[in-house]
């Protein structure tokens, strides 16, 4: 943890997820929570209030401020612009996903990186859960892998969260900022898709880059090549804001990739599953569902011996994700290890993402 050498941080957006695990999390590893900054001021300050720190609405602000060592940018939608402005005013920056859309911007990004001499890491929280390593650990041991399945069941919001007891926001944020920045990402969803709808292009920021990418950071993770050629599929067709499922299916070394990402809005939690088929073997990997602060992911490792089965079943200690990937921020803060989920990672899930989205269009 970082007790004995506690970094001062400012967390850049208070939505749901900043509320409900980002801040706790913070807290329990031993960061010294500076600034709360979110672009409605009654949220700021609610949220600031809870904790006894100060609460504004202009990032410039936080980047001001010599006293805060790192930030946690947790807004929604590319993190290019805020990450971008943190490093250059020399703060480290952990960055929630998406980091960017496209490459143009992860170049920008990285010639800040490379001139702040400051930590980077992406919120790729799967990469960072207690058993993610030993699943990798268990997929390399098989051997003639046929079929590696993602499956995610995504419920709307209000299932996921209503244990929260949340107050509902007030709508007093910066509307003119908030038009900006989305215009901003328009323009660069139309860089890597021209001609893209605008429904299909709210859906490659939104549910592609806001969830799909989950699931290729997790697949690297777990030490696997991703295909670099998709076949893929939205249905039902997009109309409006509803998003819709995703279906997507690409070869990499003779071994088939399926994503399935199931829009399912009254279900009643998230779940989302990665199962490994091989000659030798079998492994399945459910991951712990978000909006929980304490909950376990569980890993099933079936290993054969001729006619004979084997099953072992593993889950860890009660720390998700979340509070790990900031444990092995702080180290690299204070102690220099490598970033893990640093911005090749990045490059290569822009890339996938592009391709998947490109053949759904």
């Not at 005013?89 to 920008?108: I, Q, T």
């Not at 209503?162 to 509902?168: E, G, N, V």
Request: net charge negative.
């Amino acid at each position: 943890m970082t007790r004995d050498n506690p970094i001062r941080i400012a967390i850049l957006g208070a939505g749901i997820i900043a509320q409900s695990i980002h801040i706790p999390s913070l807290l329990r590893a031993g960061f010294i929570l500076d600034t709360v900054c979110d672009l409605s001021p009654s949220r700021a300050n609610d949220v600031a209030a809870r904790y006894g720190v100060r609460g504004v609405t202009n990032p410039t602000e936080v980047f001001s401020d010599s006293r805060i060592d790192a930030v946690l940018i947790a807004t929604p939608g590319s993190h290019t612009e805020l990450t971008i402005s943190a490093l250059e005013a020399g703060k480290h920056v952990l960055a929630e996903k998406p980091l960017a859309l496209n490459l143009a911007e992860v170049d920008r990004i990285e010639q800040a990186h490379r001139d702040s001499g400051k930590v980077l890491q992406i919120g790729y929280m799967k990469m960072y859960d207690p058993l993610t390593q030993r699943a990798a650990n268990a997929i390399a041991e098989l051997t003639g892998i046929r079929l590696v399945r993602v499956t995610v069941s995504h419920p709307a919001d209000a299932p996921q969260i209503q244990h929260l007891r949340m107050k509902p926001p007030v709508n007093d944020a910066d509307r003119a900022e908030i038009d900006r920045a989305n215009n901003y990402e328009i323009e660069q969803t139309d860089l890597v898709l021209p001609g893209a709808t605008p429904e299909f292009g709210a859906y490659f920021r939104n549910i592609i880059h806001g969830s799909v990418i989950h699931e290729t950071s997790l697949l690297r993770g777990l030490g696997l090549e991703l295909p670099t050629e998709w076949t893929a599929e939205v249905f039902p067709q997009l109309c409006g804001s509803e998003p819709s499922s995703l279906l997507a299916i690409g070869t990499s070394k003779d071994v088939r990739f399926i994503i399935s990402w199931n829009w399912l809005p009254e279900y009643p939690e998230y779940n989302e599953e990665v199962k490994v088929l091989a000659s030798n073997g079998r492994v399945e990997y459910h991951l712990a569902k978000p909006y929980v602060l304490e909950e376990r992911s569980r890993l099933l490792v079936q290993r054969h011996d001729g006619q004979e089965r084997q099953d072992t079943t593993y889950t860890e200690i009660n720390e998700t994700g979340f509070l790990r990937q900031l444990v092995a921020f702080a180290d690299s803060v204070n102690n220099g290890t490598p970033v893990r989920a640093n911005l090749d990672g990045v490059r290569d899930d822009i890339t996938t993402l592009t391709a998947i989205a490109r053949a759904a269009m």
